[in-house]
């Protein structure tokens, strides 16, 4: 049983989550809610009611960021100055609190700020490969609903497609 | 797998940094040599005379203080005078026609120094007391003679021509400084370097 | 390693320098605290001392341009002051303050300098390292007495034509632009008498090395020593005066006219003048 | 009755100022695509004015750089007391204008401010730029520039760190984290519209795009993530903002310095930063607006409720100022108060009192609607209220230095050499041209969110806008409401 992929292009969101909605409510056999991917050229978040929550990870890696690093910045601050031998300054001690906890401080921020981006991109698995089943009017104006499907199943979705007067469907055919 | 890979390379370089702050420190074994002249050692120095140090240190067993007579006394090693070559080589007949030794009577004969190149070469900005270390190191723990230079300056004893061997850079000399070391062979106390940005830096 | 360096050495690194009585010679932290005492009703203005300094740390002689720029280089210049309502010129009433360096103990100068490049010796100088330093001048900034100057132009180039360089002291570096440089109290001779002191297992006794300022001065106003040693003529100055080293806004008996300038800042200057004693009366 | 939006409008434009048009809540996505694709190929031949302008200038600065390199800082005609001069005070010029992009990106996005959208990614490049050009002052100030790599921490082989307790280096580390924060940021929420140039662009664009774009698809997971990570770092950017001006601030604070030693320097620093960067933002906005044709998507009530802020923010500052005043005024240092005294007295007097004009009474011509809705008065303002920031900066470093603690070194007759002028100017050169060459390679409009401004409108008005607009809940609809009929 092989699978492949179709896109059908909507012209407003309205539309696509109808689509969506009859695809959920028909039961295709061979055919899970996760393999319904929409592509849009702005966010939709009211879309999660129909496709489900999709786990997003990126606060993870936020938390560990900003534990951590601030962590490791006070150490790394702190033996630094700890090896830069015997520099006593101005009546301050060797190890000073205050200046290491405005860049702990400095340390948090960068540890969060990494992180995150780091997180996005493993969450959001960028950079990727744009697969061929894109169409530029995504980005623009129109909304896209790619499904990944078995074969024996593709003509009803096809035609459930059909039924909600996609701007055009791609892929799907082999 | 990659962005995992990313993320293990970005925990391990800000765990490594801050876990081992401390610098590395040039330096390797004693005699590679590169092709062009250079290596980790320093480069080869092209002497008026090529002297053997090691028929001198070692097969003589010379005291290096015995020519490098500041070493004890100040902040200068100093290279000796001619004079002082030809104190010795004029009572030794034996090695008087070598080439080396022609050499050097030529240089006695013209009345003119020996222009010798300095090898352990220092930065201006930098002085490096010889004497603290002799004192420290020779006379009050008693170490031979020949570990105490040589731990700067190599094992000079099988060279012909000195070169530099160790790195001589700042976080070299830190290095040491940071070790606690003897005060003297009979007493237990042991205490670092000094850390002052002063004591070499003028 | 260095975390292990660290969590042994906690309390040590957390000791808040210099403490009181630390430059004793019970508590074995140091041998040595060099400071000076400063008579101003001996001082006569002479400018010996600006100029042996000239010669002793190879300062460049900028030239009257460059002098009106506010560009000079001199690490102990001669302060000139005039009395208020004293009458006009031969009994205008000159005073002259000596200014160098005061070495502080909790200078302000140091905390500041981005790479560190100020810090401060066991001996309670305040060093400053020429070839660290990148030219930030946060010290000039933060200096209270702004002895602190600033290379603004390449002197070795121009101060020194042909013969001059061979003149130069060898033991002090010749600075380039660029950087902060200061009076240092010639520490190149107080490294040396040290290092030989100690050859012969001993400290350096008083008066066997003093900067080239105290060497010239004339009149011996300056006075310069080891405070750690109690027995020194700069310590028993101190103790008579009734300046003590840690203490800012001490209480004083009428008599004395030692104190330390601008010592409300907390500082705590290494060099204390005396005040000069007029006959207001006359 | 009025109950429909078309006619509170005329309602509204019989009033004394005619209410200026928002963006059309009609305009088509795809025309949104075009317009702002149309800004990167051909824009008015201003630009073109504007960039060679400031190529000249940043090559000003940059012989005026070589120069000093050269020869030395005396060339800068600075001196003992006066170390510091123009460079830095136009080093925190430069640094403070970074927070206004910040503030309007990422704290309007928290709270939910829609009018942000077509605004906001010319701040953040802004506040990019702004901090780039802040680093090089810091580099140009430096004696011995090319030692500078002595301030950053990294294992050596001459076992030196930096000095942890200086400002200067918690400033580093402020600015560093600021700099490559917010440009995470600008790029991390300009990937979407990276992506549709990508789809749109031909050539070497085409691959730049691409490459930039990271193979983004818009799909919904990605969107989710994206969501969650740009609230993320824009709450991570807030505290930053406010912590870097802060840091700052205590180059001075810090400091022994009277005039420097004030408690109060890191909020007046914050605010200041704020406001003189607000202003910057509506220079360029007016000047995006012309050269970039995008008098669709900047609109008056944006510019509106900028001047607004604006004027807000110029209030928090003077206030500040006036606090700073009186808190020496009052206090018991002496040397602060003669520093005081002396600034508003002395000779840089006029400079002073420039600058507390133009910085606090200047922006109250903001309160008048006509002011706000002119596009020359405004440009004009903006320009001025930055000057008068410049002049604090000014005043805050050169009066102070030259009036100490210890009255022997005192000096009164410091003025900047050309050469310290042509850095300055340079350092305009060097912003304009990044600026206008990123303006011309990224989209410097947000698409996405300026359809997601208009998807959201367009929500509110078919749900909402019956009771928003209902006269009987909202009383300033009723009495226009009466007066048009």
Same mark, same amino acid.
């Given at each position: ?49 129909? &496709?489900?929550?999709?786990? !997003?990870?990126?606060?993870? #890696?936020?938390?560990? +960021? ?5 962590? =490791? *910045? $006070? ?21 000073? &609190?205050?200046?290491?906890? !405005?860049?702990?401080?400095? #340390?948090?921020?960068? +540890? ?5 981006? =780091? *997180? $996005? ?54 | ?202 | ?282 | ?485």
């Amino acid at each position: 049983m092989s699978k492949s992929h179709m896109l059908a292009l909507f012209s407003d969101f309205d539309q696509a989550s109808e689509a969506i909605r009859d695809l959920k409510s028909s039961n295709f056999e061979g055919f899970k809610l996760d393999d319904v991917t929409l592509k849009s050229p702005i966010e939709h978040p009211e879309i999660e009611e129909l &496709l489900g929550k999709r786990p !997003v990870y990126v606060r993870i #890696f936020t938390f560990f +960021g900003a534990l951590f690093v601030p962590l =490791l *910045g $006070f150490l790394f601050v702190a033996s630094s100055q700890a090896t830069f031998l015997l520099q006593p300054k101005g009546g301050k001690p060797v190890i000073p &609190l205050p200046p290491n906890f !405005v860049l702990t401080y400095e #340390f948090f921020i960068l +540890g969060g700020v990494y992180m995150t981006v =780091l *997180g $996005f991109f493993i969450s959001a698995k960028l950079p990727m490969k744009r697969n061929k089943l894109y169409n530029a009017r995504v980005s623009e104006d129109q909304i896209g609903i790619l499904i990944k499907a078995e074969d024996a199943i593709m003509p009803a979705i096809k035609d459930l497609f059909t039924r909600h007067n996609p701007l055009e469907i791609m892929g799907g055919d082999n | 797998m990659i962005h995992r890979l990313l993320a293990t390379l970005c925990f391990a370089f800000l765990f490594g940094t801050a876990a081992g702050a401390e610098p590395f420190v040039q330096g390797g074994p004693i005699g590679s040599q590169t092709p062009d002249g250079y290596n980790a050692l320093g480069p080869v120095v092209k002497q008026p005379i090529e002297f053997p140090h090691y028929r001198h240190a070692r097969d003589m067993g010379i005291n290096c203080m015995y020519c490098h007579t500041g070493a004890r006394r100040g902040y200068v090693s100093v290279i000796p005078r001619i004079d002082k070559c030809i104190g010795c080589h004029q009572n030794i007949e034996s090695v008087r026609n070598k080439p080396r030794i022609k050499k050097l009577f030529e240089y006695w004969d013209k009345k003119q120094p020996i222009p010798w190149k300095k090898v352990n070469d220092l930065p201006d900005y930098v002085r490096f007391n010889h004497e603290r270390h002799i004192q420290r190191f020779y006379f009050r723990q008693n170490r031979p003679v020949r570990e105490v230079c040589g731990y700067c300056h190599g094992d000079v004893a099988n060279m012909t021509v000195d070169r530099r061997v160790k790195a001589l850079s700042m976080g070299w000399c830190i290095s040491c400084h940071q070790k606690d070391h003897k005060e003297s062979d009979t007493n237990m106390k042991t205490s670092h370097g000094p850390g002052e940005c002063w004591q070499c830096h003028k | 390693m260095s975390i292990t360096n660290l969590l042994n050495n906690w309390s040590f690194y957390r000791q808040k320098r210099p403490y009181q009585g630390q430059y004793d010679l019970n508590r074995q932290y140091s041998e040595y605290k060099w400071a000076m005492a400063l008579d101003l009703d001996i001082c006569t203005g002479c400018n010996a001392c600006t100029t042996a300094c000239y010669a002793e740390n190879n300062l460049p002689v900028v030239g009257k341009k460059r002098f009106n720029q506010g560009h000079v280089m001199h690490w102990i210049r001669i302060e000139r002051y005039w009395d208020e309502n004293m009458g006009e010129f031969p009994e205008q009433g000159a005073s002259f303050l000596p200014m160098m360096c005061q070495q502080c103990e909790e200078a302000p100068c140091e905390t500041v300098c981005p790479v560190g490049a100020t810090s401060h010796t066991n001996d309670g100088l305040n060093s400053q390292n020429y070839h660290r330093c990148v030219g930030s001048r946060y010290c000039s900034v933060n200096c209270p007495y702004k002895v602190r100057y600033f290379n603004f132009w390449n002197y070795p180039s121009t101060a020194w034509p042909a013969p001059l360089p061979d003149q130069l002291n060898p033991d002090v570096t010749v600075r380039t632009k660029g950087i902060m440089e200061k009076c240092t109290f010639c520490v190149q001779r107080l490294n040396e008498a040290k290092s030989r002191a100690r050859t012969e297992y001993r400290l350096v006794r008083d008066g066997e090395v003093v900067p080239a300022c105290v060497q010239a001065c004339p009149t011996s106003a300056i006075t310069f020593g080891n405070i750690v040693d109690p027995k020194s003529k700069v310590a028993m100055m101190w103790k008579n005066q009734q300046v003590d080293l840690y203490k800012d806004m001490q209480e004083k008996d009428n008599s004395v006219r030692g104190y330390r300038i601008l010592e409300d800042l907390r500082p705590f200057p290494s060099v204390m003048y005396l005040e000069r004693v007029r006959d207001m009366e006359a | 009755m009025v109950n429909t939006y078309e006619e509170t409008e005329v309602a509204v434009e019989k009033r004394f100022v005619p209410k200026p048009l928002d963006i059309n809540a009609d305009i088509a996505w795809a025309k949104i695509n075009k317009d702002i694709l149309r800004s990167l190929e051909r824009p008015r031949p201003i630009f073109w004015v504007i960039f060679i302008a400031s190529f000249a200038l940043f090559l000003v600065g940059v012989s005026c750089e070589v120069y000093q390199y050269q020869t030395g800082l005396g060339v800068a005609n600075l001196n003992n007391p006066q170390v510091w001069g123009l460079y830095i005070a136009t080093f925190i010029w430069w640094i403070g204008m970074g927070h206004s992009g910040t503030l309007l990106s990422a704290l309007l996005h928290i709270m939910h401010a829609d009018w942000r959208k077509p605004i906001y990614r010319y701040s953040e490049a802004m506040t990019t730029f702004t901090l780039l050009t802040a680093a090089l002052f810091v580099l140009v100030h430096l004696g011995r520039i090319w030692q500078f790599y002595y301030v950053v921490a990294y294992p050596n082989e001459r076992w030196t760190w930096p000095n942890f307790q200086s400002p200067l280096v918690w400033d580093a580390t402020a600015i560093g984290t600021y700099l490559t924060s917010s440009l995470l940021f600008l790029y991390i929420g300009m990937i979407p519209d990276l992506a549709i140039c990508r789809d749109n662009a031909i050539g070497i664009r085409k691959k730049l795009y691409t490459f930039m774009s990271l193979g983004w698809m818009g799909t919904d997971r990605q969107w989710a993530n994206f969501r969650v990570t740009y609230l993320t770092l824009a709450c991570f950017l807030m505290p930053l903002a406010v912590s870097v001006h802060s840091i700052v601030s205590t180059d001075f604070a810090a400091s022994q310095q009277p005039g420097y030693h004030i408690t109060s320097f890191p909020p007046y620093f914050v605010a200041g930063a704020i406001y003189s960067g607000l202003a910057v933002i509506i220079t360029l906005f007016i000047v995006l607006r012309y050269t970039f044709r995008f008098e669709e998507y900047m609109t008056m009530p944006i510019l509106e409720k900028l001047a607004k802020l604006t004027f807000a923010a110029g209030m928090v500052w003077t206030y500040l100022n006036l606090i700073e005043y009186a808190t020496t005024w009052y206090g018991n240092d002496m040397y602060a108060k003669q520093a005081l005294i002396y600034r508003a007295t002395g000779p840089f007097a006029p400079e002073w009192w420039m600058m507390n004009f133009l910085g606090s009474v200047l922006p109250f011509a903001l309160t008048f609607k006509r002011v706000r809705a002119s596009i020359p008065v405004m440009l004009f303002m903006s320009i001025f209220i930055n000057f008068g920031m410049w002049l604090e900066r000014w005043m805050i470093i050169s009066p102070t230095l030259a009036h100490g603690i210890y009255p022997w070194t005192w000096d009164d007759d410091q003025w900047p050499s050309f050469v310290q002028w042509g850095i300055v100017a340079g350092s305009f050169g060097w912003f304009n041209m990044l600026f206008m060459l990123y303006c011309k390679i990224f989209p410097s409009v947000s698409m996405y969110e300026v359809k997601e401004m208009l998807h959201e409108r367009r929500f509110f008005k078919s749900t909402n806008v019956a009771t928003a607009r209902d006269p009987a809940i909202n009383p300033d609809l009723a009495v226009e409401g009466g007066l048009a009929s």
